[in-house]
């Protein structure tokens, strides 16, 4: 298996992802942004694009380049597979179709999300979680226990729940008196709420979907090396690119 992993635009621990990249079941090729930004003939060499970036937000969103958004506009029909981690669902703040492909949105400043009004999203760092599998008979979660215990980061963001196929549920409160305002935190004003609305959010922090003949993962535990390195974790990203690639 091919497994292209994408970085940059965020701060991550790179020993502890490239420990985790050579535990993948594959040849795995390891671009940083800018030079991630590649088009569809280069992508056609992947089974499999990991995705454990956050490029477009910061300082200020920007929009994807046309090279990305072909790969995007061509995986229904090429049926490249996707593994979307952690803060890469925050990716092209701007870029609405990638919310839509990945099956949910996080928002730096309150926005529309399918033509409604939303509350910019909420974070919450080193979260003792216990996540539980919802669906045992999906290839994802083969040979995993029913139950993971991980402290990890959480997301209050939107989630499309009515688009996905569920995988993974968090005992973790989703609600704005536990997590912080990303808004302020861009303004400076680092791990703070006051002033900050947002209703509970969904428990869902695994799910899978289709767009055409491509699949995709969406894992959001995957914030520090020690989730990166648990084995449980490693099988369940190990499972689900294999899924998206059509080896299983």
Request: proline fraction near 7%; include cysteine.
């Amino acid at each position: 298996m091919r497994i292209l992993a994408i970085t940059g635009g965020h701060s991550f621990d790179r020993t502890a992802f490239a420990d985790f990249a050579e535990s993948l079941p594959g040849e795995v090729t390891w671009l940083e942004h800018p030079d991630a930004e590649i088009g569809p003939d280069q992508l056609a060499d992947f089974d499999a694009s990991l995705h454990y970036d956050m490029p477009g937000t910061l300082p200020e969103p920007y929009e994807p380049p046309d090279a990305l958004r072909a790969c995007l506009r061509d995986a229904p029909r090429t049926g490249h597979g996707y593994v979307v981690l952690h803060h890469a669902i925050a990716s092209w703040a701007t870029w609405d179709e990638w919310a839509e492909f990945v099956g949910g949105r996080y928002l730096y400043r309150p926005g529309t999300v399918r033509g409604a009004e939303r509350p910019d999203s909420g974070y919450r760092h080193a979260v003792a979680q216990r996540i539980s599998v919802v669906d045992g008979e999906h290839p994802v979660v083969a040979c995993l226990p029913t139950q993971l215990d991980l402290v990890d980061e959480t997301y209050l963001c939107e989630v499309f729940e009515d688009s996905v196929t569920p995988l993974l549920r968090t005992d973790a409160p989703m609600t704005e008196d536990v997590h912080f305002s990303t808004a302020l935190a861009m303004s400076g004003r680092r791990d703070e709420r006051a002033g900050w609305h947002h209703e509970p959010g969904s428990s869902l922090v695994g799910w899978s979907r289709t767009n055409g003949r491509s699949r995709l993962v969406y894992l959001q535990p995957g914030d520090t090396a020690a989730t990166l390195g648990d084995p449980h974790y490693r099988t369940l990203v190990a499972n689900a690119l294999t899924w998206v690639a059509r080896r299983r």
